[in-house]
C-alpha cells in the first residue's frame, strides 16, 4: 500500500494528514502545541486515535515511543556516531537501513521490507512516499516513520519542546 504524507510548511503545531493512493485522507496527525517534548497522535477518519507517539525527554540521544491501544510496541532511539545516522527501533525486531540524511532508507524484518521511505525534493514541506508491503502492520509502520523524522528533526532542535515544521 502506497501512502503519501505532506507536512505542513508554516504551522503553529504538527497537523497533516496522510492519503492513499487515490489522495483521500486516511490518516490525520496532529501534535501538541506547548509541551514537554514532542507529541503526535495518529487518527483515523472518525478521530480515533489509532497510535500515539512521545519524546522520551532529558535523554543523551534522541527518543521517541510509540504507543498503541495504551501500550508502548516500540522505542525508536538515535545512536552516537560519528560519520552516519544510526537508528535503533527496539520492541518489534524491525531494522533500519538505508540514507537517512537522503530520507530514502527502509525498514525490515527478518530480512523482509516493512516499508520504504523515500523523501521527495524540490516540494514545498516535507513529503514522503511510504511503500508498507503488510497492510496489517500499516498503523505501526507509519508510526514508526513518524517517530524516525521526528528523532531526526530533534537533532536540528535545541529546545526541549519543538515543531518539526518551523
Do not use: C
Request: charged letters at 25%; proline letters at 2%.
Amino acid at each position: 500500500m502506497h501512502l503519501y504524507m505532506k507536512q505542513k510548511v508554516f504551522s503553529l503545531k504538527d497537523k497533516f494528514t496522510i492519503k492513499d493512493p487515490f489522495g483521500e485522507d486516511k490518516y490525520f496527525v496532529e501534535g501538541k502545541m506547548i509541551s514537554f517534548g514532542k507529541k503526535l497522535h495518529i487518527l483515523d477518519a472518525a478521530g480515533n486515535e489509532l497510535a500515539f507517539i512521545r519524546q522520551i525527554i532529558f535523554t543523551f540521544m534522541p527518543k521517541f515511543a510509540v504507543e498503541i491501544d495504551g501500550q508502548q510496541v516500540a522505542m525508536i532511539k538515535k545512536k552516537f556516531s560519528f560519520f552516519k545516522p544510526k537508528y535503533v527501533i527496539d520492541g518489534v525486531g524491525w531494522e533500519i537501513q538505508g540514507d537517512f540524511l537522503g530520507h530514502d532508507y527502509m525498514i525490515t524484518e527478518n530480512g523482509a521490507p516493512i516499508v520504504s521511505i523515500h523523501k521527495k525534493w524540490m516540494a514545498w514541506g516535507d513529503t514522503f512516499e511510504l511503500d508498507i508491503a503488510d497492510e496489517s502492520k500499516e498503523v505501526l509502520a507509519v508510526a514508526v516513520v513518524l517517530a524516525i523524522d521526528a528523532v531526526m528533526d530533534s537533532q536540528s532542535s535545541s529546545t526541549v519542546s519543538f515543531n518539526s515544521n518551523d
